[in-house]
């Protein structure tokens, strides 16, 4: 049973960083390409970055330039380092495991979320 497990969300300050950390268990992590999702409150779930599973990666409009996801295949983690964060950067962060080695093939599993406040 796949199980997906995320961490270093918390509290910081506007211009600040925060690096995010997902742990996969239960199914080959190399295989599979993997994702971080966002979602603000009233907002929808909205697309933040992906890896797939050669490391090849994309961004969001709104986080290229001070978001970057990587994965390290030995420790099942994928993680999204953060950088000058702002305000709108608030949100729930959600890792995904994706159903197949690039981003086509969609994104079936999910952790439980990890709370990011960017706030003074």
């Known amino acids: 049973q796949v199980q997906l497990v995320e961490s270093g969300g918390g509290l910081v300050q506007p211009g600040g960083s925060l690096r995010l950390s997902c742990t996969v268990s239960?199914?080959?992590?190399?295989?599979?390409?993997m994702t971080w999702y966002r979602q603000a409150p009233g907002k929808e779930r909205e697309l933040v970055a992906t890896?797939?599973?050669?490391?090849?990666?994309n961004y969001a409009d709104s986080v290229k330039g001070r978001f970057t996801i990587s994965r390290d295949n030995a420790k099942n983690t994928v993680y999204l380092q953060s950088n000058t964060l702002k305000s709108e950067d608030t949100a729930v962060y959600y890792c995904?495991?994706?159903?197949?080695?690039?981003?086509?093939w969609g994104f079936g599993s999910w952790g439980q979320g990890t709370q990011v406040t960017v706030s003074s």
């Open positions: 995904g495991k994706g159903s197949g080695p690039t981003p086509g």
């Open positions: 239960g199914v080959t992590f190399s295989n599979y390409a």
């Open positions: 890896i797939s599973a050669g490391g090849s990666t």
